[in-house]
């Protein structure tokens, strides 16, 4: 009598809210990446890549995972980081009604460009409090260096 109160049902009308939402973010102004290397808005993890003298910085929000579930590796001048979020879920999945489920699950990847002058030999990784950072050394060549003016 009533099938929209039913599991099944359930499970297609939060598949039909997850269609929306994708759609939706789709669509709007806020999927646009806002400058030439950034990603679209949605993308996960997030990421902040920046430079000092001696190193490439990258930092990848991901709150949440565990640091062996992580994979970061680097080719051929691209550093990529991929994993899998597993959703949580209190109680069997059968007894719990999801009213909203705005956290995203499931595999990811992000790649970055490195520039030329990334030693790709010299990289350290660290996962801590949900952000991950992985710092590219420079060459020696592309460090600054400073000149004694006689």
Do not use: C, K
């Not at 929306?20 to 806020?30: I, M």
């Not at 489920?101 to 030329?116: C, H, I, K, M, N």
């Amino acid at each position: 009598m009533f099938d929209s109160a039913s599991p099944r049902s359930h499970g297609l009308l939060e598949q039909l809210a997850q269609l929306q939402q994708a759609l939706s973010r789709s669509l709007t102004s806020e999927a646009f990446p806002d400058g030439i290397r950034a990603a679209a808005a949605g993308s996960f993890p997030p990421i902040n890549v920046g430079r000092t003298e001696r190193s490439v910085e990258v930092y990848a929000f991901a709150p949440g995972l565990e640091a062996q579930t992580i994979d970061v590796t680097v080719e051929r001048g691209v550093l990529r980081i991929s994993g899998e979020r597993r959703p949580t879920q209190r109680g069997s999945a059968e007894a719990t009604q999801v009213y909203a489920a705005e956290r995203w699950y499931g595999r990811f990847s992000r790649a970055v460009t490195l520039p030329d002058d990334a030693d790709t030999a010299n990289v350290e990784a660290s996962y801590r409090d949900g952000v991950l950072r992985v710092s590219i050394g420079l060459r020696e060549a592309a460090r600054p260096q400073r000149i004694n003016v006689q």
